[in-house]
């Protein structure tokens, strides 16, 4: 029986997407849970997975066409089938499906139905039947799903839990820890990379799929499209969906930015010790803007209403401590969140700010990791920017803005005048949730973590 793609919930705010590319053409077979096509939400292009094993008979929805959540973009089936009732359905009777081609002696081959002790396993195709995070996590811990199978879910499916056994068993790792995961050979073989050229961010050095992407990337795009003079720039994907929510943001919030100067001597020193143990031990560089997420994580467990919403007739104050990262991006601006900001070490944080950064400028963030954010950092400091008004992300209730370092002279104690590196941050808060004074007084204590950043380490 003929099935209907429609287009999954892939964010708490989608309300629709647009088609960027479909990975396979009408006629062509599909395996349950293959990427099917890719699509552009409100927070960044992600791939689509196929609801079942089948023909595409049809493509409803075609490249850079914008479809509603639950829509429909494609209908599933085999050879044959009759679909003009799923077409009339969705209203469009007046399109006749394209005659399915024959299929090719190779792929009536894949299609046969696979021995049953590996069909959960290893469906037509070879492709280890896994959960998205059960796939992302071993592919970034270089573990080959195939050994895990079958796994504990249904059918024998792999999911995150089995993965998670496998890491903490050690007995699903790689025999000899190979320079570079399966996905990460497989990638630089189809893109001509040398992994001798590649250095690998995983555990121990381990090359991963990112670095084999970056090395192969061509030269960074320019954040500022350039138009000439006369030109014409669509409004539309990332670049509206950026508008609307910044709009719905403006209707919504009473904003009161509140600012204050820090001297980050202790902050520049502390960065400076830590930053080639971090690179080190960790391969992570220590940033600003990771101590300042810690500093404001720290400062949010004195300060819990910094850390909740405006829901209806009450003000829900979120349990856990996710803070976003705004990150510019081409078209518009993504804000992963770090969570539990709190708990982690800040070498820890660095990592996960440096890694979602990357892959968040190639379209490679997930919806889990582009929402549940419940206070936001945005730093324009390294544009030299000393002061500027922060929009807060709806339905959180405030941001921090932070601006460029500066040398300028202080008069400390003594009523002596020294030179010291000075940063602006600004907090922009929503007044309807926080008064003036604890907004103030959150700010302050931010500032005192920042001039004495030790209090925070661990």
Known sequence: MATKVTLPLLGQTMEEGTII???????????????????????????????????????????????????????????????????????????????????????????????????????????????????????????????????????????????????????AAAPAAPAATPLAAKVAEERGVDLAAVRGSGPGGKIRREDVEAAAAPAAVPLAPRVPLGGVIPFAGLRKAVADNLEKSARAVIPVTLTMGVDMTEATRMREQLKLVYEKKHGVKLSFTDIVIKAVARAIEDYPIMNSSLEGDQIRIHDGVHVCVAVAVPDGLLAPVVRDANLKPLWAISAEVRDMAERGRSGRLGPSELSGGTFTVTNLGAYGVEHFNAIINPPQCAILAVCAIQKKPVVVEGDRIEVRPMMNICLTFDHRIVDGAPAAEFLAHVKNLLENPYLFLG
């Open 21 to 171: 590319k479909w990975f396979k053409k009408e006629g062509e077979r599909v395996e349950k849970e293959e990427p099917l096509l890719e699509v552009m939400t409100d927070k960044a292009n992600m791939e689509v997975e196929s609801p079942e094993s089948g023909v595409l008979l049809k493509i409803v929805a075609q490249e850079d066409e914008t479809v509603p959540v639950k829509g429909l973009i494609a209908i599933l089936g085999e050879p044959g089938e009759d679909i003009s009732a799923l077409l009339a359905e969705a209203g469009a009777a007046g399109e006749a499906p394209a005659a399915p081609a024959e299929a090719p002696a190779e792929e009536k081959k894949v299609a046969e139905p696979p021995a049953p002790a590996a069909a959960a396993a290893a469906p037509a195709g070879g492709r280890v039947a896994a959960s998205p995070r059960a796939r992302r996590l071993a592919e970034e811990h270089g573990i080959d799903l195939a050994q895990l199978a079958p796994g504990s879910g249904p059918e024998g499916r792999i999911i995150e839990k089995d993965v998670l056994r496998a890491i903490e068993s050690g007995a």
